[in-house]
């Protein structure tokens, strides 16, 4: 009993002294746990807490319901459109049993991610290695990893201190010539165990983890079989019964988490495009890019950071110079010496999950010399289910560092070994503390802003205090809502109140609420207010000191001010819905916008006109979207149909028209045809709309232009406007020339041919400087984009949000037409149409 309450007591020194590591290295935080937040500039980790909490929440109340959250009102099953995080939410809930501070609540879990990442890769390490010392410097290096201090707002990323575990017992099942039944009983259980907690950690290492124990299992049982030395020698049914049978158990668990994604998924179609995968890919001189604040190597390795990437961060899998050495040594002394039994399997089997993961975090394909080379990463895309939904292949530069960290334990061991004589215990303590200290120095990021949040219902601004107090479930919006961290910041204060919200931020955003936000824009308006009605909104919180210009006086129609909570102001809206509204056949489709003469076999956009045939102010929401039948015919005979999703306006008036966009693709024989709609959707009416069509071999449009002219007929652009926040316009243009306009061109990263409104230039009315041109203000030059194809003679409405100059005055604003990448409509500017605009 002693020795085990000794190797106790040795145990919990350990996780002390990692925990002291994860406090030094995290200052200033430990001195605000209650209260302070770091790397929150993002916004993710307010995101984080709402997860998080939500989970505390139903853990709390009741699991019914468990995915209709709070955001994203109207629409339901919304939890889904982030990771669950279900495994911290235990995590969490436990914590909420001494404190309902959601932020100390994050921060200890912020901390537990080191501190249990550095001991389950020490128990692993120990158990290779059978040596405390080289463990415990492969603990320090996995769990202080410089990627971690790249991702403090990513608490589920560091959060892998279950797959130590599921290694440790997936080897303990391993070890050769061992047919013990009670192996079996106890380590399948187990891995299992940890599998299925690190699953409900993160989708992501559900992933992850999967295909990395998979390597790790098929190149370890390889090995054994090639010594002769195979675990399953005449317990092949039994361990297979027992193996199944744990995936089976542990697949039931996951199934009400899975179902749910699904939906989601099927409904709105969230999945994540080769493309944006290959964006966000590693490439091999990222594992040589340390995070942009690391104290050794982040200005040194700056240079090499991808430009093209959205999130730079992502790709910088730089995992130190010491820890790679040691990793080497442990190959190297692989080849020319023979180890003991256990490392000798150990540095092959994790050896092959070190390349396999630096191969799978290149992405779907690498491009040389101009040729995308398709790699085991696009196999995975397109053949395991759920995979679409990973956004991040480099990533698996996690998997590539938690085998490093093997290796380097390993390296370590070897040291000691080939260094035997005189290599007491003191001397390899000495050798592993200096060199985990030296580690620690290549890993760290120093830390000088920290984001104070209130943690407690009392510290809480005055309205989201009366918020708390509110018994009955609201339904409201907090505006303005001018950047991301807005969307973060309210989801955060909702934890206090739960109440229902139009807010909302998450890894998948619903087309819908990004549309509906874009119109809130111009709140106070009349539009917006009647659109907030339609939506059943009840309460508007405005944050008044985010606003750019005064509130109007009076209070609007529609609205009205009820109290003043310093710069908080909370309005009633008056007479709303009593819920969002989707009455069958609500909608009739009205008109086609479609060119009569059209190319073979090619892409092209065309406008559907769709009119309310309710009395009131209608808003179709949550259904943004129906799949429309799409029929080509020629003399009544039926010759080919494709289906395609076109999204729903998400506002309707009584009386007034909304036109949306519908992409096809035409036959590839030439002729006159019968173009047929059907739309498959409860809400817009059965009834077909159709157009005769020519296909032709090949016709004139924007790609390849002819004469490229426009005629301004009709603008709408505001003559007084606050500086610094977008401009609303609407102008209607003619197609005066002889050239059909392409609205959208299938290749987004290079657009050529596609028709735009566009910012010409910003002058100062003072100077005359232009703001674009002479100043360099290029972030004024927006883009306004065409819902349908316009043939020549035709005209089309086009709506843009501009930026504005971030100073009051005077200037001119100058607009064309603009073919993306041929050519201005007007480059003499003869016939461009220019507004005076005051902005103040």
């Known amino acids: 009993m002693n020795g085990f309450i000794r190797q106790v007591l040795k145990h919990l020194t350990l996780l002390l002294a990692y925990l002291l590591m994860a406090c030094v290295c995290l200052n200033p935080l430990p001195f605000h746990l209650s209260e302070g937040l770091l790397a929150a500039e993002s916004g993710d980790p307010l995101l984080q807490i709402w997860v998080v909490q939500w989970n505390i929440h139903k853990l709390s109340t009741s699991l019914s319901s468990y995915f209709d959250a709070n955001i994203f009102y109207p629409y339901s099953n919304t939890f889904a459109y982030h990771d669950h995080l279900f495994g911290l939410g235990i995590l969490g809930w436990?914590?909420?049993?001494?404190?309902?501070?959601?932020?100390?609540?994050?921060?200890?879990?912020?901390?537990l991610s080191?501190?249990?990442?550095?001991?389950?890769?020490?128990?692993?390490?120990?158990?290779?290695?059978?040596?405390?010392?080289?463990?415990?410097?492969?603990?320090?290096?996995?769990?202080?990893?410089?990627?971690?201090?790249a991702h403090l707002d990513h608490v589920n990323i560091l959060s892998v201190y279950w797959l130590p575990l599921c290694f440790f017992f997936l080897r303990r099942y391993l070890i050769p010539c061992s047919t013990r039944s009670h192996k079996v009983l106890l380590t399948l259980p187990f891995f299992w165990l940890c599998f299925f907690l690190q699953a409900l950690t993160s989708f992501n290492y559900l992933f992850l983890a999967a295909i990395a124990l998979g390597i790790y299992g098929l190149v370890s049982a390889t090995y054994q079989w090639y010594k002769g030395c195979s675990p399953w020698k005449g317990h092949i049914p039994r361990d297979l019964l027992v193996f199944f049978a744990g995936a089976g158990l542990v697949g039931l668990g996951l199934l009400p988490l899975t179902?749910?994604?699904?939906?989601?998924?099927?409904?709105?179609?969230?999945?994540r495009s080769v493309q944006e995968t290959h964006a966000l890919s590693a490439r091999p001189q990222d594992y040589a890019v340390a995070p942009e604040n690391n104290?050794?190597?982040?200005?040194?390795?700056?240079?090499?950071?991808?430009?093209?990437?959205?999130?730079?961060?992502?790709?910088?899998?730089?995992?130190?110079?010491?820890?790679?050495?040691?990793?080497?040594?442990?190959?190297?002394?692989?080849?020319?010496?023979?180890?003991?039994?256990a490392c000798n399997s150990a540095r092959i089997a994790f050896g092959a999950l070190l390349f396999a993961a630096f191969v799978l975090s290149l992405g779907p394909f690498v491009s040389i010399l101009g040729k995308n080379i398709s790699l085991p990463y696009s196999c995975l895309y397109h053949m395991l289910p759920g995979f679409k939904s990973m956004r991040v292949p480099a990533r698996f530069g996690i998997i590539a560092a938690f085998a490093l960290a093997v290796l380097a334990s390993i390296g370590v061991t070897d040291i000691f070994t080939f260094r035997r004589p005189g290599n007491t215990p003191l001397r390899q303590l000495i050798f592993a503390g200096i060199s985990a200290g030296l580690i620690l120095l290549e890993s760290y990021s120093p830390f000088v802003t920290l984001s104070l949040y209130p943690g407690e219902t009392k510290a809480l601004p005055g309205v989201y205090q009366w918020l708390h107090s509110q018994p009955d479930p609201l339904r409201i919006v907090e505006l303005p809502v001018h950047s991301p961290k807005d969307q973060f910041e309210a989801i955060y204060y909702s934890t206090f109140h739960w109440h229902r919200m139009l807010n909302g931020r998450s890894a998948f955003i619903p087309n819908g609420i990004q549309r509906v936000f874009n119109q809130l824009r111009t709140f106070p308006s009349q539009r917006s207010i009647a659109l907030l009605k339609s939506l059943a909104i009840e309460y508007v919180i405005l944050h008044t000191q985010k606003l750019k210009a005064p509130f109007p006086e009076p209070c609007p129609d529609g609205l009205k001010l009820l109290r003043r909570f310093d710069n908080d102001w909370l309005f009633q809206v008056k007479a709303p819905a009593s819920h969002p509204r989707s009455p069958d056949h609500a909608i009739r489709p009205v008109k086609l916008h479609v060119s009569?003469?059209?190319?073979?076999?090619?892409?092209?956009?065309?406008?559907?006109?769709?009119?309310?045939?309710?009395?009131?102010?209608?808003?179709?929401?949550?259904?943004?979207?129906?799949?429309?039948?799409?029929?080509?015919?020629?003399?009544e005979t039926?010759?080919?149909?494709?289906?395609?999703?076109?999204?729903?306006?998400?506002?309707?008036?009584?009386?007034?028209?909304?036109?949306?966009?519908?992409?096809?693709?035409?036959?590839?024989?030439?002729?006159?045809y019968q173009l047929r709609l059907l739309f498959q959707c409860a809400a817009i009416s059965p009834e077909q709309i159709s157009k005769r069509v020519t296909i032709l071999p090949e016709?004139?449009?924007?790609?390849?232009?002819?004469k490229l002219e426009a005629e301004f007929l009709w603008d709408d652009i505001p003559e007084v406007w606050p500086h610094d926040q977008p401009l609303p316009i609407r102008i209607i243009v003619k197609n005066s020339g002889d050239t059909l306009w392409k609205a959208s061109i299938v290749d987004r990263e290079q657009p050529k041919g596609e028709v735009r409104l566009a910012v010409v230039d910003w002058y100062e009315q003072s100077s005359g400087e232009a703001l674009i041109q002479q100043r360099g203000s290029t972030e004024l030059g927006a883009r306004g984009r065409l819902r349908y194809d316009v043939p020549p003679g035709k005209a089309a409405s086009i709506d843009a949000e501009i930026p504005t100059p971030a100073y009051a005055g005077e200037f001119l604003l100058e607009l064309d037409m603009l073919s993306e990448h041929i050519a201005w409509f007007s480059p003499q500017k003869l016939r461009t149409l220019k507004k005076i605009i005051y902005l103040y």
């Open 295 to 341: 104290l050794l190597y982040g200005t040194i390795t700056r240079k090499w950071q991808s430009l093209t990437s959205p999130y730079p961060r992502e790709q910088a899998l730089f995992h130190g110079i010491l820890t790679t050495v040691l990793a080497g040594i442990a190959l190297l002394y692989g080849l020319f010496r023979r180890g003991n039994a």
């Open 114 to 149: 080191f501190t249990c990442s550095a001991y389950g890769m020490f128990l692993l390490c120990r158990d290779i290695t059978q040596n405390i010392y080289a463990a415990g410097l492969g603990g320090v290096i996995f769990g202080f990893l410089p990627f971690r201090f």
């Open 259 to 271: 179902s749910a994604y699904l939906k989601a998924n099927k409904e709105l179609g969230f999945e």
């Open 596 to 635: 009569t003469i059209l190319q073979k076999d090619e892409h092209c956009t065309l406008g559907v006109e769709l009119e309310s045939q309710a009395t009131t102010n209608l808003s179709l929401l949550p259904e943004e979207s129906c799949w429309v039948r799409i029929e080509w015919s020629q003399n």
């Open 699 to 706: 016709i004139i449009d924007s790609r390849s232009p002819h």
């Open 94 to 111: 436990i914590f909420s049993v001494l404190t309902q501070n959601p932020i100390l609540i994050h921060n200890c879990l912020l901390l």
């Open 638 to 672: 039926l010759l080919s149909t494709e289906s395609a999703r076109m999204n729903i306006p998400i506002f309707f008036q009584p009386g007034k028209s909304e036109t949306t966009s519908l992409h096809l693709r035409t036959p590839k024989s030439p002729g006159d």
